[in-house]
């Protein structure tokens, strides 16, 4: 069956048992961009990756997660394990010039999306603390910011039923201005002692989504709506890896994956020749790095320059972070 219209977040699981996340809203036309997150612990010494130390249960099979993805080791060491046993989950491209990691259609035989898997849990009720707790929530902030139910989703463990003792409630609002009003209600419910966010590190403590309520760790991230979702086809054709230092002049769709932060102002830090004149976006692959900056701070960003194009077009030029580059981040910069 060809299943379309994924979104970042969704998860998929393959004909061969393996469990992956969508990611971006960006696709080739017969499969999708997507990170590889468990794995059926019979395939798990095949691929020998490094895994987490925690096992997950799902319908009867225990799943491995790989402990790191990102990194350019861990990366490199993914590619190579899915090139000698799954290479149907690798696409070179070559105006990238390497070898990404997909999911052809042909292979997905379920879907987890994550407000398809809230309506499923509302309807037949919680099996579980993590699913009442997650329900809890989803119906005070619905309630505090406004946000009507059907524009939240449940995601991680929750959405695939492999909850265990530790696990986080993982949710999900569609819509960059729902998750604003989102986190709104998660400040003043802060204020009220109805849960506490967390700040436990500098990230933590800008971004603001992640927090703990009635004992159970939670975290809240937000999911473009179909709406807000650009058809247009672009292409991207990389220049070099670059460092710089810009202003954010727009942060409006640095809430999803892709993090999109407008720039201007652009300089070069190092002994970069690129020219960053034309730069106008600086966008990231990297979750953590959604909602890192905002309209008017300074940010660092080390990544790839590429020159974008819609169609034959040349339209503006973008640096992307998240590409497995050594040394490559995103940052604020204080006054």
Known sequence: MAHG????????VTSHGLIFYVVGYEHPEDRYHAILKYVPENLAEELGLDWVDIRWEMG????YRPRELYSPEAYGRLIEALRCSYPDYLLLSERLGRWLVTVPRRLIEEVYVPSRQLTRIRRRGARDRFEERALELIGLLSKVAGVPQGFFGVHGSISLGSSHEGSDVDLSVYGASNFRRVKEALAELEEEGRLTLSRGDCVDA???????FQGDRFVINATRRFSEIERRRRTYRPLGPVELECTCVSDEE????????????CRPLGNIRLQLQGVSEVVSMIGRQRSLVRPGEAMRARGVLEQVF????????RVFVGSALPGEYLDWVDP
């Not at 009867?60 to 799943?63: D, E, I, Q, V």
């Not at 819609?310 to 030029?317: C, D, S, T």
């Open 310 to 317: 819609e169609g034959n077009e040349a339209v503006h030029y």
């Open 206 to 212: 800008k971004r603001l989504n992640r927090g703990v």
């Open 60 to 63: 009867g099979t225990t799943l």
């Open 5 to 12: 219209n994924l979104r970042d977040g969704d998860a998929v």
């Open 254 to 265: 640095a809430v999803f994956r892709p993090a999109v932060y407008r720039v201007s102002g």
